[in-house]
């Protein structure tokens, strides 16, 4: 009897042996790698989620009101909690906006009379009204007629 023909049929058997392990690795690796860019995905879309409303917790606190730069800077330039974000605000000063409004310094650098609800300066007697009403039709009544085609 001659032996020769198993180790072909043990070469083969091996020969397929391999080749299953070598597919079971390869979709090993694939499954894997598509179950990590899944799970990546699906991590990234929870995170974006999560900061979001960290962000609207800390812009919408009652604590950002008149602190609204303090806010955006805490919100969108660190991963503090919101909780400690509103103590940080808590003990912050209000912002002073129309210290820092351009308009509101051009205001303040004219004398503004006190105007009441009838359209005339409130501290002017019934003479200095009359008198102020008169020179205001006087003016109309000159601008009229300087007016080209008037």
């Not at 690796?29 to 999560?50: Q, V």
């Not at 004219?110 to 205001?136: F, H, K, L, T």
Request: glycine share 8%.
């Amino acid at each position: 009897m001659s032996k020769a023909p198993q180790p072909q049929v043990s070469l083969a058997s091996n020969q397929l042996a391999a080749s299953k392990a070598e597919g079971k690795r390869e979709g090993h690796a694939a499954g894997r790698a598509e179950g990590f860019t899944a799970g990546k995905t699906e991590g990234l879309r929870e995170g974006a989620g999560l900061e979001r409303t960290r962000i609207a917790a800390i812009l919408s606190c009652p604590e950002a009101k008149g602190r609204a730069d303090l806010a955006n800077h805490l919100a969108f330039k660190s991963d503090i909690a919101p909780s400690d974000v509103a103590t940080m605000l808590a003990a912050s000063p209000v912002e002073d906006l129309r210290a820092s409004s351009p308009f509101f310094a051009a205001m303040n650098a004219i004398a503004n009379p006190q105007v009441g609800a009838d359209g005339y300066v409130v501290n002017q007697n019934d003479e200095q009204r009359a008198s102020a009403m008169a020179a205001s039709i006087v003016e109309a009544h000159r601008r009229l007629n300087s007016a080209p085609g008037g």
